[in-house]
């Protein structure tokens, strides 16, 4: 069975940094697109970060660009996405997904077939 878990979410002051990873199990995902999304309370889920396959491509949403950094390790089948200058409005559930495919960054939703079941993360101001 295919699982993604995420970690790492927490409560953080405005200006502060937090990691949160995602662990695949039940098959590599070292040839897929991985992303983070996260959706706020009454909000749509929005596109966070992408990364490609081999790690070498990124994509960041604008209002996270500068801030937050993804990245992967391909051997650990883990994709991690550093936050940092966090602010009161990046208070979220970020959720963790994989694509079925091989190639660069995606930004839209409906390419990845698999998600995890969230993790918290509070940004107090």
């Known amino acids: 069975q295919v699982q993604l878990v995420e970690s790492g979410g927490g409560l953080v002051q405005a200006g502060g940094s937090l990691s949160v990873s995602c662990t695949a199990s039940g098959r590599t995902f070292s040839s897929n697109i991985m992303g983070w999304f996260r959706q706020a309370p009454g909000k749509e889920r929005e596109f966070v970060a992408s990364?490609?396959?081999?790690?070498?491509?990124?994509l960041y949403a604008d209002s996270v660009k500068g801030r937050f950094t993804i990245s992967r390790d391909n051997a650990e089948n883990t994709v991690n996405l550093q936050m940092n200058s966090l602010k009161p409005e990046d208070t979220a559930v970020y959720f963790c997904?994989?694509?079925?495919?091989?190639?660069?960054?995606?930004?839209?939703?409906?390419?990845?077939?698999?998600w995890g079941q969230g993790t918290q993360v509070t940004v107090s101001s």
């Open positions: 990364v490609s396959w081999d790690g070498g491509s990124t």
């Open positions: 997904a994989a694509t079925r495919y091989r190639g660069g960054p995606i930004a839209t939703m409906k390419p990845y077939a698999y």
